[in-house]
């Protein structure tokens, strides 16, 4: 006769369902397991060959293995495992990157990913979602009123063609310098365009300080907060005394190479919440601008 001891010890152990959600999950136990899901998802679609592995003869999972994703994003076995089965543990941007390229993700599979994550997409030159074709047609049709898109981190997602000659020659800047803060430290041209640049330079830091509590610990931040201070004596200066400006609309006054001054002035428009894009736009204070940025146009159109 066998033992209760006995039979406890013969019976094949089996691992806990860790993926299961309780109907009393918490918010962040949902998103856990919606991302365990994904990786999943994304993990057995994927064949060996299109990653450069060889299937070999006794492959009976769909897809890829957890080793063989481990291995192309170079993370630890286990730890991915421990993904894919919800486990409570910290992935960081660098990581999520690392899986999103191993798993062949496309720009709304990346986005999503790092969406359930609950982390910013460090990559510098990932364009955003909120810039489709009807918005890129609208920054056309605003022309001459020069407009820009960007971020509330001052990255220009996307801009029209005289704004892309108002200050400097924007397509002539890497994809990953277009900052604002960049150009406003580090770009000559950028800066010549400006007048009172000192005084420009303090109220956008202050701007930048404003909305970078709410980003503190993000990767992208602390990285262009790196290069700032690293790259720009004027902005460590600047910077470490703690001045801090709200958002709104202002009046500009550059020198344009091209036409001369021009008196702007700005408005936001948010295409999302306020941490999200906005629509910059720089309309004419008066008709001589107005007449200028006719010109400016002219000069692009004729480049084109």
């Not at 998802?41 to 450069?52: A, C, D, F, K, L």
């Not at 047609?137 to 997602?157: F, G, H, K, W």
């Not at 892309?164 to 924007?170: A, E, I, S, T, V």
């Amino acid at each position: 006769m066998t033992t209760m001891a006995t039979a406890a010890r013969s019976k094949p152990a089996v691992a806990p369902n860790v993926a299961a959600v309780s109907p009393d999950a918490t918010g962040a136990e949902v998103r856990r397991h919606e991302l365990a899901d994904f990786l999943r998802s994304r993990r057995e679609r994927i064949t060996p060959e299109q990653v450069g592995l060889v299937r070999g003869r006794r492959r009976r999972t769909p897809g890829l293995r957890r080793e063989e994703v481990a291995q192309l994003s170079a993370v630890g076995v286990t730890w991915y495992t421990w993904l894919e089965q919800a486990r409570d543990i910290q992935v960081s941007p660098q990581v999520l990157d690392a899986l999103a390229r191993a798993l062949l993700l496309d720009r709304s599979e990346r986005t999503h990913l790092f969406s359930l994550a609950g982390a910013v997409d460090p990559a510098p030159g990932t364009e955003c979602p909120s810039i489709t074709p009807a918005l890129r047609t609208m920054l056309r049709q605003l022309e001459p009123i020069p407009a820009c898109v960007q971020n509330s981190r001052y990255d220009v997602l996307a801009h029209n063609r005289t704004y892309g000659r108002m200050l400097c020659d924007m397509d002539a800047v890497a994809p990953e310098d277009r900052n604002i803060m960049l150009l406003a430290y580090l770009n000559e041209e950028w800066r010549t365009s400006v007048i009172d640049i000192a005084e420009v330079a303090r109220l956008m830091t202050a701007k930048f300080r404003a909305a970078m509590a709410e980003h503190l610990a993000e990767p992208a931040w602390k990285e262009l907060l790196r290069r700032l201070e690293t790259e720009s004596p004027e902005f460590r200066e600047i910077w470490a005394r703690h001045e801090v400006v709200g958002p709104g609309g202002r009046s500009k006054v550059f020198r344009n190479a091209h036409v001369g001054v021009l008196r702007l002035e700005t408005s936001d428009l948010w295409l999302g919440p306020a941490a999200g894009p906005r629509l910059v736009t720089y309309a004419p204070r008066d008709e001589e601008t107005r007449e200028r940025l006719e010109r400016l146009q002219a000069l692009v159109l004729a480049e084109d």
